[in-house]
């Protein structure tokens, strides 16, 4: 079945039509995204996309599409859910802030957990890797261009702690 977003105009107002994963959206429409910003014992949670996606085999921090009917807030905790297995209240998300791009907003969040890799379950078919990063080993990673587009800006941004040790 495919997935279906909610459209929403340049001020992030529903406009009341739904948009199916995959097909272009047509210019002045936007869709939400979220995405985690994982930290654990200072480290940070880095997970490496499938090739067969956009931007294959790059390093981001968990997240995707908020699907219809969702919220933000369900939508990050459903990703973390399914693409790490692992399960987390909304009480343990503190919301970063929203940034715009072309076709999409994106919500981001931090989160802090205890765990080891081997804690983890990821879905294949999103993630092939996972790993907790250092902020050299992160900047490393940006300087190389493994780190997905913008992330590293959306940190800033947001005055994200990782980023400022």
Request: hydrophobic share 35%.
């Amino acid at each position: 079945m495919a997935e279906l977003w909610d459209v929403y105009d340049k001020d992030r107002k529903p406009v009341g039509r739904l948009h199916r994963r995959g097909v272009r959206l047509k210019s002045g429409e936007y869709h939400i995204i979220c995405e985690a910003w994982i930290m654990c014992r200072g480290r940070l949670l880095v997970t490496q996309r499938h090739p067969d996606k956009n931007f294959g085999c790059m390093w981001e921090c968990t997240g995707g599409a908020v699907k219809a009917g969702e919220t933000s807030t369900e939508a990050i905790l459903r990703e973390i859910r399914e693409e790490i297995g692992v399960a987390v209240t909304e009480d343990q998300l503190t919301y970063m802030g929203s940034a715009g791009g072309n076709t999409f907003f994106i919500d981001c969040y931090t989160l802090e957990i205890d765990a080891e890799l081997s804690d983890l379950k990821l879905q294949r078919e999103e993630v092939i890797n996972a790993k907790f990063v250092t902020l050299p080993e992160f900047l490393k990673m940006q300087g190389q261009r493994k780190i997905i587009p913008r992330l590293y800006d959306y940190m800033k941004q947001f005055d994200f702690k990782f980023v400022k040790e």
